[in-house]
């Protein structure tokens, strides 16, 4: 395989309201030697978190649900289930994950445990997500949850079925990638499907 380089020519901000946007120049030798200069869009997104929690016992799971803006401009209604998730502020990933567990679901979960890191869509954003899981029993449910209304969240907490969520999947009521992951993930490495040994 021929040396394939990459060089960035030039970052320009085109806008910093909420993230910064970034048009990013770039100078790529491709496999056939030529140099080629590419110009992209790309969102300097800061690193998150997401967890999703699970009861072996009751085999079920605990989503939110909340509106997402870019669902809704995709043809989508906007309000996507999902496990809960937010951006790592300076936090390391597993207090993070913890912490967005208790402001979204209200449980107090004692520790996660570590699933996957993904860039989450790396031909736009420079965003990595950290996954985990964590086992919660229904005792450990200290508030209502709901997310922090200062920062726009109205979260609605929702307890489902394991197996009803794998469905969801199948039908298209749970279109998050992140969540799909964290599903799949579970059947595969704890909980298995109904009636199967995990």
């Avoid at 085999?59 to 803006?69: C, G």
């Avoid at 197996?163 to 992951?181: Q, Y």
Wanted: glycine share 8%.
């Amino acid at each position: 395989m021929p040396d394939i380089t990459v060089r960035i020519v030039r970052e320009e901000i085109l806008s910093d309201h909420y993230l910064p946007l970034k048009n990013v120049t770039y100078a790529q030798h491709r496999h056939d030697r030529e140099l080629q200069i590419q110009s992209r869009e790309v969102y300097d997104n800061a690193n998150g978190a997401a967890v999703l929690l699970y009861n072996r016992a009751h085999r079920s799971v605990v989503l939110t649900r909340q509106f997402r803006i870019g669902a809704r401009l995709a043809g989508h209604d906007g309000f996507l289930l999902e496990a809960a998730a937010g951006m790592l502020d300076g936090a390391d990933p597993a207090t993070r994950a913890l912490a967005e567990a208790r402001e979204e679901t209200g449980y107090a979960i004692d520790h996660v445990q570590p699933a996957l890191e993904l860039y989450v869509s790396p031909g736009s954003t420079t965003e990595r997500i950290h996954l985990f899981v964590a086992e919660y029993e229904r005792a450990q449910r200290c508030d209502r949850g709901g997310g922090n209304p200062e920062e726009g969240e109205d979260i609605d907490v929702i307890e489902l079925d394991f197996d009803d969520a794998l469905a969801m999947i199948e039908t298209g009521d749970i279109v998050d990638a992140k969540t799909v992951i964290l599903l799949l993930y579970l059947e595969r490495k704890i909980l298995g499907r109904h009636g199967e040994a995990s």
